[in-house]
Every structure is written in structure tokens, then in C-alpha cells.
């Protein structure tokens, strides 16, 4: 990656109902604009993900999605949508960036919003990056949190099935989210852990501690937890299959689709499927890797995406 940098200025943004949305500005001031969109939904930003943009040739927006990293107030699931963030993302490249056109950089669930952003404001996407494919389908959901991801990892999957009773092992999205959004502070803690462990210990296809450790904090935890599962809860607030179906309008972004071949998070099926509705943009598939950003093969795809495009 390239080398750490700091930002050159940070701030929040009031969102009018509720939210003040962490951002920071790094790189050339002056530099072709682009926005990092992370994962979760809940995840956070973090340094490292500055460092994927050369700091010469960009001007490098960075943000924490509603409810969680330095955004307040704390794992809020209040007016938190896939429609908010949309909207946020639009404001922050009108008030933050002053940019008629950005270049939008999405990986899990980033690619879901980075999809769904695009497909909004098509004229506001000079180009389109995105890993990790994951378009918040039923069955993309269930594989993870229900029943496929189980049979790669069957002894992290019974620490996933710990804090649930085996009668409401049947729908262990909807058995989470009583106990993230209940009252019993132990309870929403033993299941926030338990939620957030499983996906640090599947998404890189070797073991990793540094993944294992990223939300081992119980303030991360609970916002990571909490705010998934109330997406995947509500469906991701769109309608099934939405985000492929309006691939179409993405065709004169130019684009780049990245993908490890044992991803057990977003398998490879999700991407190839946005691949077959969205001919026009790249597709590589990185046979020696999972899930994660910053596995050796998905980075140098990453990293030759953005200097591909940062002169244009």
C-alpha cells in the first residue's frame, strides 16, 4: 500500500435527524476525488484503507457510516438506512468534496452501497471500484448467517450458535437482533461478540489474528453487530435483487470488479452475477484469496484500479 498519511482535514457532518457523520479529507487537496466506502454495514474506517490511493494524485474522502467508528451517536440504528448513507455520501461530495463527479470505492458491503450510490447519481461517478461483491440478497444472507459458510467452518460456526437456544436456531438473523436490540446489556454483548467473531475468523483465507482482533473491543462489537444485522434484517431496505436488476445503469461508468475465489463471506457467485449485468466493467477473480481487502492478490488489483484511474 501506499505510504500512512494523515488527513488534512476532518469533521463532522450534521445530518439534520439525529446523526453527526465522522469525515476526513486526505491526499492532494487538488487531487482527482474519490470516496472509500467500508464495510460492515458498522465497520468503520481505519488508516490503512488512506493508503490505498496514491496521496500525489487524489483527494481521499473517508467516512464513517451512521452509528459507527466516530460517528455519533453510538451503534444508533435511528434513521439508519441504505437511503440515509446514500444521501450522506451525496451531501459529503457536494459540502466536503466540491466535486462535480467522484470516483466511488466500495468493498462487502461497501460494494452494496457503492452499487446502490451509483445507481442513483450515475452522472456523479466519474468510475467505480468495487470488492468483494455482496448485493444484500436473500440467499447471499442466509449462506453467511444461516446455513453454507457453516459447513467451511463448522467449529467457529458453533461459537456463531452459542448465545442462541436451539429453538430459534431456525432464524438466526431474527434471533440476533432480539438480543441486540434488547435491554439486558449482557445478553446484547455475549451475542454482539459472538456476531462479529464469526465474520473475523472467515474472511481471509488463511487465519489472520489481526482480523480476529479488529472488533474484539465491546463498543466496536456492538455497533458492528447491531447495525448489520439491522440491515440484513430489514432486507438492506431495498427490494430482492434490486441492485442487479438496475445494474444496467452503471454501463458508461468505467469500472473494476474484484474478487477472491474462496471468499466464504460474499461468494464468487454474487460477483459473477453482477459481472453478467454489468458487462462493461473489469472482472478479476484472485484465485489465492478470501474475503478481505488486503490479501496480497485482491490489494495488487485494488491498488492497479486506482492508478489506472487516477489520471483520467
Not at 436473500?138 to 467451511?152: C, D, H, N
Request: with cysteine.
Amino acid at each position: 500500500m501506499y505510504p500512512e498519511i494523515q488527513p488534512y482535514a476532518q469533521g463532522f457532518l450534521d445530518t439534520g435527524d439525529g446523526h453527526q457523520v465522522y469525515w476526513e479529507l486526505c491526499g492532494n487537496p487538488q487531487g482527482k476525488p474519490t470516496v472509500f466506502l467500508h464495510g460492515g454495514p458498522g465497520g468503520g474506517c481505519s488508516p490503512a484503507h488512506r493508503r490505498l490511493f496514491n496521496p500525489e494524485h487524489y483527494n481521499i474522502l473517508l467516512f464513517d457510516q451512521r452509528g459507527c467508528g466516530r460517528s455519533k451517536p453510538h451503534a444508533s440504528l435511528d434513521n439508519n438506512t441504505t437511503w440515509h448513507l446514500v444521501s450522506d455520501i451525496e451531501r459529503l461530495r457536494v459540502e466536503v468534496l466540491k466535486a462535480d463527479r467522484m470516483q466511488v470505492f466500495g468493498g462487502s458491503w461497501g460494494s452494496t452501497l457503492a452499487l446502490a450510490y451509483a445507481e442513483k447519481h450515475t452522472d456523479r461517478v466519474s468510475e467505480l471500484i468495487v470488492r468483494g461483491i455482496f448485493t444484500i440478497r436473500q440467499a447471499e444472507i442466509r449462506w453467511f448467517y444461516q446455513e453454507g459458510a457453516s459447513w467451511l467452518f463448522p467449529e467457529q460456526w458453533q461459537h456463531y450458535l452459542a448465545p442462541i437456544p436451539q429453538d430459534e436456531q431456525h432464524d438466526l438473523v431474527a434471533a440476533y437482533h432480539r438480543r441486540l436490540t434488547g435491554d439486558d446489556r449482557v445478553a446484547q454483548l455475549q451475542a454482539a461478540h459472538a456476531w462479529t467473531q464469526w465474520e473475523s475468523h472467515t474472511i481471509t483465507l488463511l487465519p489472520s489474528p489481526a482480523h480476529t482482533q479488529s472488533h474484539a473491543a465491546d463498543d466496536s462489537a456492538l455497533a458492528f453487530a447491531r447495525i448489520e444485522n439491522h440491515y440484513f434484517t430489514h432486507k438492506g431496505f431495498m427490494e430482492e435483487g434490486q441492485l442487479l436488476r438496475d445494474a444496467h445503469k452503471l454501463k458508461d461508468i468505467p469500472g473494476v470488479i474484484v474478487q477472491g475465489r474462496y471468499d466464504a463471506c460474499t461468494p464468487a457467485r454474487t460477483a459473477w452475477d453482477l459481472h453478467q449485468a454489468w458487462p462493461t466493467a473489469e472482472f478479476h477473480i484472485v484465485d489465492d484469496a478470501g474475503h478481505a481487502f488486503d490479501e496480497p492478490g485482491i490489494l495488487a488489483r485494488l491498488l492497479a484500479a486506482t492508478d489506472q484511474f487516477s489520471q483520467r
